[in-house]
């Protein structure tokens, strides 16, 4: 007999063992994205407690991620703010200029003002969720993060990239 798969549901908690570090958490959202908190702990902490925490980032991780087991679900709780409303992501399509804002489903044409400091629409999986956290906790910059994060420019003719200056933006 095979086992029953879990269904996850917003307000859905997971516990992300850290190793030595300790224990993060993060928490399904409306979106089916996932917010994780700043909170490092050396054990379970109540549901309260994580709720009163700020939210690090929110993004979207592989479902066959979140359904395998690795981070356990410790609980759930009732959405509040902005986790009852679908986040809003950064999209530039690879070899074009153009920039759109993605939220509920759909993309919208916008400014590069409007999405600088937006997350980037990325799935992430499990392990590159924990190497965040980790450098986060550990007060270092995350590269996947750095990399992704990047608005870039390319050359409209050949759709290649064109390399920026340090220090100087893309748009």
Known sequence: MMAKRRK?????V???NLGMLGLAYGVLATGNDVAFYDVLAPSTPSLDMLTAREILFRVYVAEDGLLSGQWKIIGSISLTGDLLKPCKYRNQPVGSNDLFVYQAQKFTP???DEVKDLEPLVVWFPMHIEERLRDHF????????????????????TH???PVSPGRSAR
Do not use: C, T, V
């Open 14 to 16: 997971f516990e992300i």
């Open 138 to 157: 550990e007060g270092r910059p995350n590269k996947a993060f750095e990399f992704l994060s990047r608005i870039k420019r390319y050359d409209p003719s």
């Open 8 to 12: 996850l549901s917003p307000g859905d």
């Open 160 to 162: 290649q990239e064109i």
């Open 110 to 112: 916008a400014a590069y």
